[in-house]
């Protein structure tokens, strides 16, 4: 017997500190930090012929004013392009503060340092800039500039194509979005003088990424730079963006300055000075047979990129390997280019890039349906994957530079169960009979398949104290994915310890220093399978240990609620907390339980107190990287009513099936899916990025930018598969971003048949679905 | 260019707390920042998405929609006076943490704020009545749907007694100073005409 909390609905260990009131989020740092505001670039596409800043002068409190001529040595270079590709051609990143040119309204021009940041902004806004306006390119109608092309293939597309008895073609738009956390950005950062190191706290979803980013950059050994994402509220994507300009000028200000500095983004900032994704014009040409399978799909899209491309194609690739779903493609190619346009620049956001993939894929599984006049359902059936057939690999290479074989999953069971949950073969009664009433309701299907975790590492450290507290440590951060607690419960289900006694700290490096990083749907993958080796690691010692001092074997020996026993006879037992004292022999005493490791208590045996190839103390460290990426996969279901008078869509049902292999923790897992569901919804109905000709973004604000309230979002019907990943240890597979990919495909498919009116952009306003019906209900 | 300061006194979960501010002060920055309570979150400055809701003599209202000079006198209870003097969980708090009603958090004060001030008006709110009350409250991470079924929770826990009423444990005190109406309901921060925020301007 263990203590197995592993798959449990366990209360979070986050909860009660955020309930209080006592998180710590950025700004809640800082208290007598100075404050730093931006001028930033009102044009989207302007030379900067001159900054005078003589009006901001005299602002009670200020304290500095820097432009890009202030800024020394690398940080006046541009910033890093952090993910390069063969493909990417003509990459452009931006400068800390804007040289010369600017090519997105919001760009930061000049930094304010002051003693609070309305005494910030006030200097801020005296601050005076010439720019000559140079004619924007906003839209992908008006993008020519190519950053980036590339295309994938698998099986010969134009034979497949030509020997097809039927094909379709298609035209898709999908429109900007944000990820928007309610926590925007920010930065704070401390120069201690006596020590010789930097801190930093960010708001970020890789602290050890912005450590070494700001180290190479400020000219600093790694040694004396430390990063911290403390509590962050919300990131969705942005966050793993970096080194953002601020994150690199503020803890340069602060040492230049010797004073606290600290940047915290305001909500309009967040709209037009942080990042976006989504945007894309797809042009789709499928070949199939009368059956409705599917001979060849040849897809060729637009991706919106904005003004740079620090963080390089990676949403474009996503879109592009993930497109196929679940579906067998005996030919398949896939082109995009990536157009720069003078708006706020493109990295991902939850999905990245897959939203747009299904999206894609299943509009044109469903016109395949449509033009057969078969089943929606049944031509999914007819082309799904086998179980038989995995592992099944693409032929294509994923975001990781790996190939793509999709590593388990049986997607005729979720196909089942998700037309089951919905109740798909009894929809046709309901619908006539909600059209007797005068009622116009229609059903959708979505399907895809998620590439998660994806390498190239992370590591776990694990550790018992003397007194039995287990400290936990990884490298990534957490932005309410309840890491503290899923950690804790792979860690208390291998030690076989209390939960209670395990203690779980993230994104610090100076907990754990190597890392890469909250995304992709990777945490739990990543580490907790790395915290689960570290934990077997530690195990294996504290048995080692006990076992000497037991006079057992260690194969004869088990943990149980933080003791170790010979199994059978739990008389002979050691509390793992004395192996922790054990484990490192003393010569000091310093407290009672430590008087056991004292040179004249322990029993001298040949050899060294320490062996060669131990450590002293009950520690693990390991880490885990994958072969490859593990795919998750998952089917939804929605049924619609359209108000035949104003268009308006209600979502009278929503049903998920998912599958992320073995679930760490149901309640959790859940919730991943009710957020990203909801973000779905809003991807579908509500939320657009309204760029007018100049490049302004209209809407930059949250009375105008439609972001879902609690009347916006459905009631969420969900049913798990559980099919194990092979590829790592806990058999388990991402959940984060899974509820947000399908929304906009099962939406539209839904509405469609409510309305009979095609759907191919998405979102779909009301007044917009009242255009597309002819204006007439 | 110097400002003008201004001594005000703040009730603040029952306990009188005094801060010099200029006149532009928001209540929002002077609870986190001059008095240090930082549980009140903002979310976005322009009053929608319900991150700094506080109760401000009984009613939920933006923090960041009210300078602090207006708020001389009321009486104001944020997140941190929630629990118990000693330390339990408010039955809010627990409901949401029983029902994950929260991810991130960063939203979660101004929802349990929200939540304290529907339950005192309305001890058994209907389904609907719930939805329309949270309704003013943005949350990016968890769909609503645990926040609405820990809403409902906490109902039922605070009808079995545990924990006392939704208005806490310094509730039953008479604001010190008597506060004028003025402005909540009506005046210059009263909700933009046409529900510019919708969970406020409903009622």
């Known amino acids: ?777 | 260019m110097t400002e003008e300061q201004h001594h005000i006194t703040l009730h603040v979960n029952g306990v009188p707390r005094t801060a010099t501010v200029p006149a532009r002060r928001l209540l929002s920055d002077a609870l986190r920042h001059d008095l240090g309570l930082t549980g009140t979150h903002a979310g976005c400055e322009h009053g929608v998405c319900g991150c700094c809701t506080v109760l401000l003599d009984g009613e939920p209202v933006r923090s960041c929609l009210l300078l602090a000079v207006t708020a001389q006198g009321a009486a104001i209870r944020t997140v941190e006076g929630l629990a118990g003097p000693d330390g339990a969980l408010h039955p809010i708090q627990r409901a949401f943490a029983e029902c994950h009603g929260l991810q991130c958090g960063f939203c979660t004060p101004g929802f349990l704020m929200t939540t304290a001030g529907l339950l005192d008006r309305s001890p058994a709110p209907t389904d609907g009545e719930i939805e329309e009350s949270m309704a003013g409250n943005l949350c990016r991470c968890t769909g609503y749907q645990n926040i609405t079924t820990s809403v409902r929770r906490a109902a039922e826990l605070l009808a079995a007694g545990q924990g006392g009423d939704p208005a806490g444990p310094w509730a039953g005190e008479d604001p010190q100073e008597p506060v004028a109406e003025a402005p909540l309901a009506a005046g210059p921060y009263a909700p933009p005409p046409g529900g510019g925020v919708p969970g406020e301007a409903r009622r």
Not at chain 1, 164 to 190: K, M, N, Q, W
Not at chain 1, 401 to 414: C, H, L, N, W
Request: charged letters at 25%; proline letters at 7%.
């Open chain 1, 1 to 777: 017997m263990t203590t197995r909390v592993f798959g449990e609905r366990v209360e979070r260990r986050e909860d009660p500190r955020l309930l209080r009131g006592e998180g710590r989020y950025l700004d809640d740092l800082g208290h007598d930090a100075l404050e730093v505001a931006f001028v930033r670039s009102p044009h989207a596409h302007a030379r900067v012929l001159d900054v005078d800043v003589t009006a901001a002068l005299d602002v009670e409190g200020l304290v500095a004013i820097y432009t890009h001529e202030d800024l020394p040595g690398r940080l006046a270079d541009p910033l890093p392009l952090l993910i390069p590709h063969p493909a990417l051609t003509a990459p452009r990143t931006a400068h800390a503060l804007a040289k010369d040119l600017v090519r997105h309204v919001g760009e930061p021009v000049v930094m304010v340092v002051a003693a609070d940041r309305y005494l910030a902004e006030d200097a801020a806004d005296r601050v005076r800039v010439t720019y000559e306006v140079l004619p924007p390119v906003v839209g992908l109608d008006r993008a020519e500039e190519v950053a980036a092309h590339l295309v994938q293939e698998v099986g010969d597309v134009d034979a497949a194509l030509a020997a097809a008895p039927r094909t379709l073609e298609l035209r898709l738009d999908i429109e900007r979005s944000a990820s928007t956390p309610l926590e925007g950005r920010g930065v704070y950062a401390r120069w201690d003088a006596d020590d010789q190191r930097l801190r930093v706290y960010s708001s970020t979803q890789t602290p050890t990424s912005v450590r070494f980013a700001v180290a190479a950059i400020l000219g600093l050994p790694d040694s004396q730079v430390e990063c911290v994402a403390p509590d962050v509220g919300g990131g969705f994507g942005v966050k793993i963006m970096h080194p953002w300009p601020e994150e690199v000028l503020v803890p340069w200000a602060a040492r230049l300055l010797g004073r606290e500095v600290k940047y915290t983004e305001d909500r309009r900032e967040h709209f037009v000075a942080a990042t976006h994704e989504r945007a894309q014009e797809q042009h789709v040409r499928v070949g199939f047979d009368d059956d409705g399978r599917i001979l060849a799909l040849d897809v060729r899209f637009l991706h919106d990129h904005g003004a740079y491309t620090p963080y390089g194609i990676i949403v474009p690739i996503i879109t592009s390997t993930q497109l196929p779903g679940p579906y067998v493609l005996p030919a398949y190619r896939v082109e995009f280019s990536s157009l720069y346009t003078n708006t706020v620049p493109v990295t991902p956001y939850r999905g990245a890039g897959r939203p747009q993939a299904a999206f894609c894929m299943e509009r044109t599984v469903d016109r395949i349906a449509a033009e057969l006049g078969l089943d929606r359902a049944e031509v999914r059936r007819r082309n799904i994957v086998q179980p038989e057939q995995m592992p099944y690999d693409l032929g294509l290479t994923f975001q990781d530079g790996r190939p793509a074989i999709y590593d388990s999953g049986d997607f005729p069971a979720t196909l089942r169960m998700i037309t089951d949950l919905i109740g798909w073969d009894d929809f046709p009664r309901r619908k006539a009979e909600a059209a007797a009433e005068g009622r116009r309701i229609g059903i959708g299907l979505a399907c895809y398949v998620e590439g998660t975790g994806v390498g190239p590492y992370e590591g776990g450290h694990v550790q018992v104290e003397p007194n039995g507290r287990v400290n936990v440590s990884t490298g990534l951060s957490s932005q309410g994915q309840g890491h503290q607690t899923v950690f804790a419960q792979i860690v208390a289900t291998e030690l076989g310890v209390p939960m209670e006694d395990v203690h779980v700290v993230t994104g610090d490096t100076r907990r754990f220093g190597y890392a890469v990083g909250t995304f992709a749907s990777r945490a739990a993958v990543m580490s907790g399978n790395a915290i689960a080796l570290a934990a077997r690691e530690l195990r294996a010692k504290a048995l080692r240990i006990a076992a000497d001092a037991l006079e057992a074997s260690p194969d004869d020996l088990e943990i149980v609620e933080g003791i170790v026993r010979v199994k059978g006879s739990p008389d002979a037992a050691i509390p793992l907390r004395t192996v922790a004292v054990l484990s490192n022999p003393l010569r000091y005493s310093f407290s009672e339980e430590s008087r056991a490791a004292t040179q004249f208590s322990l029993p001298v045996r040949g050899g060294p107190p320490v062996p060669r190839g131990e450590a002293p103390g009950l520690e693990g460290r390991d880490y885990y990287s994958p072969e490859r990426s593990t795919f998750a996969n998952g089917m939804h279901a929605a049924i619609v009513e359209v108000d035949p008078e104003t268009a308006d869509v209600t979502i009278l049902r929503y049903a998920v099936v998912h599958d992320c292999g073995n679930l760490i923790n149901p309640m959790i897992v859940e919730g991943q899916i009710h957020g990203g569901v909801a973000q779905g919804v809003a991807g579908a109905l509500y939320e657009r990025m309204a760029y007018d000709e100049h490049g302004q973004l209209q809407n930059a604000s949250f009375m105008d930018f439609l972001m879902p309230y609690a009347t916006e979002v459905p009631h969420i019907e969900i049913a798990h598969l559980e099919t194990p990943s092979p590829l790592n240890p806990l058999g388990i597979k991402g959940a984060g971003e899974a509820g947000v990919i399908p929304g906009s495909a099962v939406l539209a498919a839904a509405i469609e048949d409510a309305t009979g009116v095609a759907i191919a952009r998405m979102p779909v306003s009301p007044s917009e679905l009242f255009e597309l019906q002819g204006g007439s209900a």
